[in-house]
């Protein structure tokens, strides 16, 4: 059960990494085909930050590792349709609920980033698939292991929220007022929660369940009753006022061994390997040519 966990969460801290660096992709492309390479983007006093030197400082320190990453996902769809594998939308939506009610608790999600998790998801299972094609597992196997850990695939109710925490009830009831005026729940968190790591992400605490060891049973019952896109009263905490705004209710399921079974056989065919997974080792089966630097297939 420990080592599922953690190999989930080394999975998800990979998909925020690679999510990241398709957004720094996406920046690198758009000003690349700029034709504007001389316009100013900043100014510092009287010095000028050009388009350019966005550009060229984004290249030396992002360059090699988006170029690779670019080749990583270009070698797995080649792989893929080398070997005839398929991964269904139903295990990609599967991972994606498990990435965000059991690991998008340390808060900042956004569900507008939902489109390129899919994608991410479904290269990760890609990869997953063409590494361990070869390596058989026993339907014995799969289905004591499915048995000894039904708890990991079943899924509680999740609640993805928001929250505003200041010190005394007075300033809990001005927020809600501020609120209710029309102020912004994410401005109003940066500028007065005093949880800073919450408040830092505009108050998005991430997705929280009855296993959250964080909150009490009667705060989850305050949430349970909101709507989405709505907030609560000034709930009490130990030593504070919580104002909470949940974004997403998200019902939970429970995964029978037909639904799971795939996931179960990559899962004791990678412990059986025990090799790191990444495309590296598919480099070699695929001509890449190079016309980055010293960049290599290693």
Request: net charge neutral.
């Amino acid at each position: 059960m420990k080592k599922e966990r953690l190999k989930r969460e080394k999975l998800w801290i990979v998909i925020a990494g690679l999510i990241l660096l398709n957004c720094l992709t996406v920046a690198f492309l758009i000003s690349k085909g700029s034709t504007g390479s001389s316009e100013v983007v900043a100014k510092v006093g009287k010095e000028k930050i050009t388009r350019q030197d966005w550009l060229n400082e984004m290249e030396s320190r992002y360059g090699k590792e988006i170029l690779s990453e670019l080749v990583d996902q270009k070698i797995i769809e080649t792989a893929g349709k080398k070997y005839d594998i398929k991964i269904s939308d139903q295990a990609v939506e599967r991972e994606l609920m498990v990435i965000k009610t059991m690991y998008g608790s340390s808060g900042g999600y956004q569900s507008s980033d939902e489109e390129k998790m899919r994608e991410q998801i479904k290269s990760s299972l890609m990869l997953e698939e063409i590494l361990t094609k070869d390596v058989k597992v026993s339907e014995k196997e799969m289905k004591s292991y499915y048995d000894q850990n039904k708890k990991q695939f079943h899924l509680p109710d999740s609640y993805h929220i928001s929250k505003i925490v200041v010190k005394t009830k007075k300033a809990a009831e001005q927020t809600l007022k501020e609120l209710e005026q029309g102020s912004s729940f994410a401005v109003l968190a940066m500028e007065r929660s005093i949880d800073e790591f919450t408040a830092n992400l505009g108050g998005d605490a991430g997705y929280i369940n009855e296993d959250s060891d964080r909150y009490s049973k009667d705060f989850l019952q305050i949430i349970k009753k909101l709507k989405p896109g709505k907030w609560s009263k000034p709930i009490k905490l130990e030593d504070s006022y919580a104002i909470v705004m949940l974004h997403e209710a998200v019902k939970g399921k429970e995964y029978k061994y037909k639904d799971v079974k795939d996931q179960i056989r990559r899962q004791i065919a990678l412990e059986q390997m025990e090799i790191p997974v990444s495309a590296k080792p598919l480099w070699n089966e695929t001509d890449i040519e190079w016309f980055y630097g010293e960049l290599e297939a290693h």
